[in-house]
């Protein structure tokens, strides 16, 4: 396993500062070839914000809880912001090359949503190439050496990283409105084919790797209603459909469309529909 790394002040400890714009913290790069497992495990996240690169192979990232994973290839680059929960794993059988600085300022916040980097959305879909490694090279260069301005010349450097992963981010704009409408249909036909079961948005974001607050903001944006109420329309919708073409006893229908409380499920159908389940049944 390779691994070269450089640390301001030589110390691994993370720190906030909010004195400048943009301070680089660390930076550093792993290779695996023969090495088993290289694991990663902070449960507090940490203070800073963190950029790491997958240059070739894979990385499997346990997003909001540790039950969760999602496999990233090489071609993205993930990004971690202060106290979010961290839990990833690179394996030697996989090849897997990355890079990663950590860094942070009273700016970074708005840096990155200047750069195309939203707030919620963790995965960003950049490609390889070498120009992304030769940044990351001399960044951590620029640190192991500490000659003369060389705080200046990182954040010049990340700077320039950021710009770099912008210019691919705008080129696949496109590709970013097929991945958003892909994700977005991907998650109705999820909802349309487990409507009736414990449906968790929390644990269904976690899993595409995305949180809650920008995965219910984007669905809503794409399908005009929240994921819940979605799923909702869905249950009552086939609960009316069972109302009128069946014979079912109402306990019964709620149960097939996912609601164990069958008062719970009457007051929803009369919300939605205008009338109690018993009525609808009545007008067929």
């Avoid at 301001?8 to 023969?34: A, E, H, M, Q, W």
């Avoid at 030697?92 to 990355?98: H, N």
């Avoid at 010349?153 to 892909?182: D, G």
């Amino acid at each position: 396993m390779y691994i070269n790394s450089a640390y301001k002040n030589n110390s691994v400890i993370d720190f906030k500062d909010k004195s400048r714009p943009l301070v680089v913290g660390s930076c550093g790069t792993y290779r695996l070839s023969s090495h088993p497992k290289l694991p990663t495990y902070r449960p507090r996240g940490r203070l800073d914000f963190q950029i790491i690169y997958i240059a070739s192979g894979r990385a499997y990232f346990h997003f909001d809880n540790p039950e969760n994973e999602t496999i990233v290839t090489a071609g993205n680059i993930i990004l971690f912001r202060p106290k979010e929960f961290q839990k990833y794993e690179y394996y030697g059988t996989d090849k897997t090359e990355v890079y990663w600085v950590h860094f942070t300022g009273s700016d970074v916040t708005n840096l990155l949503r200047k750069y195309g980097f939203p707030d919620g959305r963790r995965v960003f879909t950049v490609g390889t190439s070498l120009e992304y490694e030769r940044v990351f090279k001399r960044m951590i260069l620029e640190l192991q050496r500490c000659q003369n301005d060389y705080e200046e010349m990182l954040t010049l450097l990340l700077r320039q990283l950021l710009i770099v992963f912008c210019r691919e981010l705008q080129k696949e704009h496109a590709s970013k409105n097929e991945y958003m409408a892909h994700e977005m249909d991907t998650a109705a036909a999820y909802f349309h084919e487990n409507y009736n079961q414990d449906i968790s948005i929390e644990k269904y974001a976690a899993s595409r790797g995305m949180s809650v607050s920008w995965f219910i903001r984007n669905f809503k944006k794409y399908n005009g209603t929240t994921p819940m109420q979605f799923v909702t329309f869905i249950r009552i919708t086939n609960a009316q459909m069972l109302l009128e073409t069946t014979n079912y006893a109402v306990n019964e229908i709620s149960r097939i469309v996912g609601y164990d409380n069958p008062l719970y499920f009457s007051r929803l159908f009369r919300r939605q529909k205008g009338c109690p389940p018993s009525q609808c049944r009545k007008k067929r």
